[in-house]
């Protein structure tokens, strides 16, 4: 089955701590995506990667960090430097080029105390 | 950055009615997309907008391509309960390096 995988579910961290949100994707697309979301809000773009080994900060990239060593993963670091971490984030995925369809994983709430 | 307009922001409507929802902004977008997200899950996207005027069903879903390219609009029919979630515009303005820009969501309650 092709999609987008995001582990784990929920993750729970004190503050200070880093923490390192997984996002995989087996549908062979070249860009990739992180979001925040809050309760009531829309969707805040934190870093994008269009193509491997380049990414590119969104709206709301301080306090997190990405790489992107291979198509198929986007990992995002939640750094200590985040002022308020705890959120519901998502992985989006798209073919790139032409098509500017996002496809979404089941995102990760993190909660930071 | 782009802002997205949506409304309205919530809705209860009894199984069975029509619903329309819209997202307008104050820029020029090339593409729209409209997602439902379920609680605790990622948005699932339901239609992709690419030209100014174009009207695209997917089942008992009507989205349009406001001719302005400054709106756009989702129209569910006959509502069922599994019609229950958030619903949210995306939009792609020129200029926007791929990021595209969400509306703040429509909270959609059916009521049996």
């Known amino acids: 089955d092709g999609g987008i995988t995001q582990s784990p579910k929920y993750l729970f961290r004190k503050e200070g701590q880093n923490v390192t949100l997984s996002c995989e994707q087996n549908?062979?697309?070249?860009?990739m995506y992180w979001y925040r979301q809050d309760p009531g809000q829309g969707l805040r773009l934190i870093y994008y990667s269009q193509i491997v080994n380049d990414f590119q900060k969104g709206d709301i990239a301080e306090g997190y960090s990405v790489s992107r060593e291979k198509k198929e993963s986007f990992p995002l670091t939640v750094t200590s430097a985040q002022k308020n971490p705890t959120a519901f984030y998502l992985c989006?995925?798209?073919?790139?080029?032409?098509?500017?369809?996002?496809?979404f994983g089941p995102g990760t709430r993190l909660t930071v105390t | 950055g782009q802002q997205l307009n949506q409304s309205p922001q919530s809705m209860f409507i009894q199984e069975g009615e029509d619903v329309s929802m819209n997202c307008t902004s104050s820029s020029i977008f090339n593409t729209w997309l409209w997602y439902k997200q379920d609680p605790g899950e990622g948005p699932v996207l339901l239609i992709a907008?690419?030209?100014?005027?174009e009207l695209t069903s997917n089942g008992r879903l009507t989205a349009q391509f406001g001719i302005t390219r400054k709106d756009s609009f989702l129209n569910i029919s006959a509502s069922i309960p599994s019609d229950v979630g958030i619903y949210f515009c995306a939009g792609l303005s020129s200029g926007s390096a791929r990021q595209l820009t969400f509306g703040s969501g429509t909270q959609l309650t059916v009521l049996p």
């Open positions: 989006a995925s798209s073919i790139g080029g032409s098509s500017y369809e996002q496809y």
């Open positions: 907008l690419y030209k100014a005027g």
């Open positions: 549908l062979n697309h070249d860009a």
